[in-house]
């Protein structure tokens, strides 16, 4: 990476100025058997232009847009269009394939695979279960005619408050193949989060949980139930999953609703390919959650490319990726589906029987594309766990991993301890896309700490303060061409002004999506964290993710909240928030120790003011560290405005953080 050669007294500090070697390579073999390597022979043979490596193929997918997605559709035979591909390449307000008429289920029903499972099921202290593609089908076929025998049309709303079961796959499914619209939340909010983000539906069913089973404790949700129905006037059925074997009264039994000798054959309907296929929900923490509006269409098209050209993800795979039916990631699971592989639900604690208990399962199902999250492995390296001699990984072949970024030390850990030829596959993108920016591909090498390159389509790039592309130096991410999946609009946003705040505000017909990266000379994506909590010290800007990278490696620290708050007297606090490992204390020497590894390998200007001990890190309920509201605690603002403690994992934080002023503190 180059070193930053700016002036200027606004120009970011890069995280690093040496260059480092990849710690994966593909191999030859590696990039014949690649899927996207086919697909490039495959617009080779349509455009008669060779493509001979992925940054090739990435340029003429962002310069090509239309013949781009267009090849894309005809590689995975996804049948007939109307014709166009993009009717208009405005943002925001792009028209994708105008005319075209689909249904997401098609493709999965296209790729069933006859005899293997489509999802394996796992829960705390029970064998796993096997639905078999058969099943699967059946059970979607009989619960959408459920659906319609409860009323529910093309663009009703039906609901979920759920665990990760496959019984949400089974609902979302049904719901999707009569062009009706799903939404869910998993049963870790409380009823008033649930409501926050489902009322706003008025749905007209709710598929539900009595309870479920987290650190071997169980939860009974019957009276979160029980406020959720009566919060939802609308409703026409309650359909209830037994998992405690609760009774749930005035409710539809789940068997009831998936089992019929006659169930016939599946009967999807046709939408438009940007009719609504779900809502996804902002974290929510400053108001109401938005509700963000993705289609058909342009869902089916990104996770396809995401899933089985990015990720490489085929008939063969076991694709299992720790998530909540809350996260998007749980929708880019259910993709695993559209590839023809078998998807893993489990609903149970990442920790339950141990510290590598995502390990353990991941051996247990043979899985082949293992995703989690930063936080996840370093717990992981803490503990002293060495997945590779304690579980049979011999199947998995790429660790995903998501949620913030991914330290090189966490990165290297990975190949050392699970395996060399694993490729750890880092990703960033977002609900608002419901998938990746940047990422991993089979046929590009994987620099540690970093993402290996930006993903086909996506016209990725970094902007500095005047809108001009910057390289080798932080810039904020931005997108500058249309993507199929960017949302249709937001939920309850008539005039589209809320979408417009959203994205396109600070650059005008040009996507920026909040967080700091840097592009490097060598073609990979470093995330620094989000550019709406920029720490700005004496001018030089620096992202959070760079500081945590080196303080909770620290053995002491479990894990770390940096705050950059501008005074009213025209001061800068920047105070580092610690939660301190079991039995650890935070001594003057390991102040002194922390201070000088942010000093040598961060930034001597971004040396915290104070390191205080904190009880712990609120977050949202989807694991993102709530620094922006704590910024605005800490410059005054009214707690009851600056988040919505329904959205926030352990509220109770949130008091102890508004005590905080930097007069106690300095």
């Known amino acids: 990476m180059p070193s930053r050669s700016c002036a200027a007294p606004t120009c970011p500090e890069p995280r690093r100025t040496t260059p480092v070697q990849p710690q994966w390579v593909p191999t030859d073999d590696d990039i014949a058997a690649a899927r996207i390597t086919d697909f490039a022979a495959f617009v080779t043979a349509r455009t008669g232009v060779s493509y001979p490596d992925y940054r090739a193929l990435w340029q003429w997918s962002v310069d090509d847009l239309e ?30 394939f105008p005319g075209t008429r689909l249904n997401y289920v098609d493709q999965i029903i296209r790729m ?27 059970q979607v076929t009989v619960f959408a005619r459920t659906l319609r025998e409860q009323g529910v049309e093309a663009d009703d709303r039906v609901v979920g408050y759920l665990p990760n079961i496959p019984e949400a796959v089974v609902a979302f499914l049904a719901t999707a193949s009569i062009g009706a619209v799903w939404s869910a939340c998993g049963q870790d ?96 923490t400053t108001g109401l959650p938005k509700g ?19 990720s490489d993800i085929g008939t063969d795979d076991v694709f299992f990726w720790y998530t ?42 043979g899985a082949t594309v293992f995703g989690t999250s930063p936080g996840y492995v370093l717990g992981c390296i803490k503990a002293g766990a060495v997945p590779r001699t304690d579980h049979d990984l011999s199947a998995l072949r790429t660790v995903g991993i998501t949620g913030s970024a991914l330290p090189e030390t966490s990165a290297l850990w990975l190949s050392e301890n699970v395996g060399p030829r694993v490729q750890v596959s880092s990703i960033s993108g977002g609900t608002d896309v419901v998938s990746a920016f940047a990422g991993g591909a089979p046929t590009v090498p994987v620099w540690p700490g970093e993402l290996s390159a930006p993903y086909l389509g996506v016209a990725l790039d970094a902007f500095d303060e005047q809108g001009k592309p910057v390289r080798g130096e932080v810039g904020e991410l931005v997108v500058t061409e249309p993507m199929p999946s960017m949302p249709v609009y937001f939920w309850r946003d008539e005039d589209g002004k809320r979408y417009r705040n959203a994205y396109f505000d600070t650059y005008p017909g040009v996507w920026r ?52 708050a501008e005074q009213p007297d025209g001061g800068y606090w920047m105070p580092l928030f610690v939660v301190l490992a079991p039995g650890a204390e935070l001594t003057d020497d390991l102040k002194t120790r922390i201070n000088a590894a942010i000093r040598s390998e961060v930034s001597p200007r971004h040396v915290p003011d104070e390191i205080r001990e904190a009880p712990g890190i609120p977050h949202t309920r989807t694991g993102k560290k709530l620094e922006v509201p704590i910024k605005k605690l800490f410059q005054g603002a009214d707690p009851a405005r600056v988040v919505e403690r329904s959205a926030v994992d352990d509220p109770a934080l949130l008091d102890w953080y508004a005590r905080i002023t930097p007069s106690d503190a300095v």
């Open 67 to 96: 013949g781009f997605w267009q090849a894309l559709w005809d590689y995975f035979e996804l049948g007939e269009t109307a014709g166009e591909v993009l009717g208009s390449r405005e943002m925001p307000g792009a028209q994708w």
């Open 112 to 138: 069933a695979q006859f005899g293997r499972p489509a999802i394996i099921a796992l829960h705390e202290d029970a064998e796993p279960r096997e639905i078999l593609w058969s099943d699967l089908i059946e």
């Open 292 to 310: 963000i509006v993705h289609g058909h269409g342009g869902v089916l098209l990104e996770h396809l490319k995401a899933v089985a050209l990015q």
């Open 189 to 284: 909010y409380s009823a008033k989060a649930a409501l926050d983000r489902l009322g706003q539906l008025d749905p007209t069913v709710l598929v539900t949980a009595d309870g479920y089973r987290f650190g071997g404790k169980d939860h009974d949700k019957r009276a979160d139930i029980a406020a959720l129905r009566e919060g939802l006037p609308g409703l026409r059925a309650t359909v209830v999953v037994p998992q405690l074997g609760l009774s749930v009264p005035d409710a539809l039994a789940w068997a009831d609703t998936v089992t019929d000798e006659n169930f016939g054959i599946i009967e999807t309907t046709p939408v438009d390919f940007d009719h609504p296929l779900w809502i996804v929900f902002s974290s929510g």
């Open 324 to 365: 909540s039916p809350s996260w998007m990631m749980w929708n880019f699971q259910v993709a695993g589906l559209l590839a023809g592989a078998t998807i893993v639900t489990y609903d149970g604690s990442p920790t339950a029987g141990g510290p590598d208990a995502l390990w353990r399962i991941t051996a247990q199902v």
């Open 513 to 564: 999506h909040g967080d700091w990266i840097t592009l490097t000379e060598h073609g990979s994506v470093v995330v620094h964290g989000r550019s709406d909590s920029t720490l700005n010290r004496h001018g030089i800007r620096m992202g959070s993710a760079d500081i945590y990278q080196v303080v909770e490696q620290f053995p002491e620290i479990a894990e770390a909240l940096v705050i950059g």
